[in-house]
C-alpha cells in the first residue's frame, strides 16, 4: 500500500510524461512552435534575427537538462520575448514529450 501511495504522489508531482504522446506532442509543436522553433527545433533564423534572441536548438543540452515541469511551464507561460502556448495540461504534456525525441 505505501508502495501504490508513493507511486501516486510520484506521479502527480513529478510526473508529466508518464503517459504523454509524443505523436500528439508533435501536433501541438506543429500547431504552436513551428514558426519560431523550425521543423526539428533547430531554430528559425529570420524570427531570431527579427526579435534580437539567440534561440537554442530545443534538442540542445541546456534544454533537454531541464526538467519536464520546467519545459511545459515555459512552453504554456513563454520565456523572454516568446509568447506562451494556449494548451491543455494534457497537450502541454504531450508536446514536452515531443520536445524529449528532439535531443541531439
Known amino acids: 500500500m505505501r508502495l501504490l501511495i508513493g507511486l501516486v504522489s510520484f506521479g502527480l508531482c ?3 510524461a508518464f503517459g504523454a504522446d509524443a505523436g500528439a ?3 501541438a509543436y506543429d500547431r504552436s512552435c513551428k514558426r ?5 527545433g533547430a531554430a528559425n533564423g ?3 534575427k527579427m526579435l534580437k534572441v539567440e ?11 531541464k526538467p519536464d515541469g520546467q519545459l511545459r511551464k515555459e512552453s504554456v507561460e513563454g520565456v523572454g520575448k516568446m509568447k506562451g502556448a494556449a494548451l491543455a495540461e494534457a497537450e502541454a504534456a504531450n508536446l514536452v514529450a515531443f520536445l524529449r ?3 541531439e
Not at 519560431?36 to 526539428?40: L, N, Y
Not at 534561440?55 to 537538462?65: F, I, P, T
Open 55 to 65: 534561440m537554442r536548438h530545443l534538442g540542445s543540452k541546456e534544454v533537454q537538462a
Open 14 to 16: 513529478c510526473g508529466g
Open 46 to 48: 529570420a524570427v531570431a
Open 101 to 103: 525525441t528532439l535531443k
Open 36 to 40: 519560431c522553433h523550425g521543423v526539428d
Open 25 to 27: 506532442g508533435r501536433a
